[in-house]
C-alpha cells in the first residue's frame, strides 16, 4: 500500500501538474481574489435543472464553485471577477432556460426602513392605553 502511494505521490510531483490534486490552471484556487454572488433561480422544477445549471457554470472560465439548490431555487457562486462578471454568471444561468436574479442581504437599516421587524418585536402583546 506504502509503495502504491508513493508511486501516486511521485508520479504527481514529477508530471508538475496539478491536475491531480483536483486543481487546473483554468480553476485555481487559493491565490486568487473571488467574490460569492447569491441568485435567486427560478423556473427549476427539479434536481435535474439544478444539476444542469450547476454544469453550464462550471464550463465557464472564471467560475471556481456553484452550488445550485433546486429545493431553495437558490445558486450560490463563487467567481473571480477578473475573469467573469456577475452579469455574464445571470446571463449563463438564464441560457439554460432559467430566470436568475441577485438576492439582496437585507441589513438592520433596510428592515428599519420597510418596517420589517424580528418575532419577538412584531408578536409583542400591546398595552392598554
Given at each position: 500500500?506504502?509503495?502504491?502511494l508513493?508511486?501516486?505521490?511521485?508520479?504527481?510531483l514529477?508530471?508538475?501538474?496539478?491536475?491531480?490534486?483536483?486543481?487546473?490552471?483554468?480553476?485555481?484556487?487559493?491565490?486568487?481574489?473571488?467574490?460569492?454572488?447569491?441568485?435567486?433561480?427560478?423556473?427549476?422544477?427539479?434536481?435535474?435543472?439544478?444539476?444542469?445549471?450547476?454544469?453550464?457554470?462550471?464550463?465557464?472560465?472564471?467560475?471556481?464553485?456553484?452550488?445550485?439548490?433546486?429545493?431553495e431555487?437558490?445558486?450560490?457562486?463563487?467567481?473571480?471577477?477578473?475573469?467573469?462578471?456577475?452579469?455574464e454568471?445571470?446571463?449563463?444561468?438564464?441560457?439554460?432556460?432559467?430566470k436568475?436574479?441577485?438576492?439582496?442581504?437585507?441589513?438592520?437599516?433596510?428592515?428599519?426602513?420597510t418596517?420589517?421587524?424580528?418575532?419577538?418585536?412584531?408578536?409583542?402583546?400591546?398595552?392598554?392605553?
Open positions: 500500500m506504502k509503495a502504491i508513493f508511486t501516486f505521490l511521485s508520479v504527481a514529477v508530471c508538475g501538474s496539478n491536475a491531480a490534486f483536483g486543481q487546473s490552471k483554468d480553476k485555481p484556487f487559493g491565490d486568487t481574489n473571488t467574490k460569492v454572488v447569491e441568485l435567486k433561480v427560478t423556473g427549476m422544477t427539479c434536481q435535474g435543472c439544478a444539476d444542469q445549471v450547476t454544469s453550464a457554470l462550471s464550463e465557464k472560465k472564471g467560475v471556481v464553485k456553484s452550488d445550485v439548490k433546486f429545493s431555487n437558490s445558486a450560490s457562486v463563487t467567481y473571480d471577477p477578473a475573469t467573469i462578471t456577475e452579469t454568471i445571470i446571463k449563463t444561468v438564464e441560457d439554460t432556460g432559467f436568475a436574479e441577485p438576492v439582496k442581504k437585507s441589513t438592520k437599516k433596510d428592515e428599519l426602513k418596517g420589517s421587524t424580528d418575532a419577538s418585536s412584531c408578536c409583542a402583546p400591546k398595552k392598554k392605553t
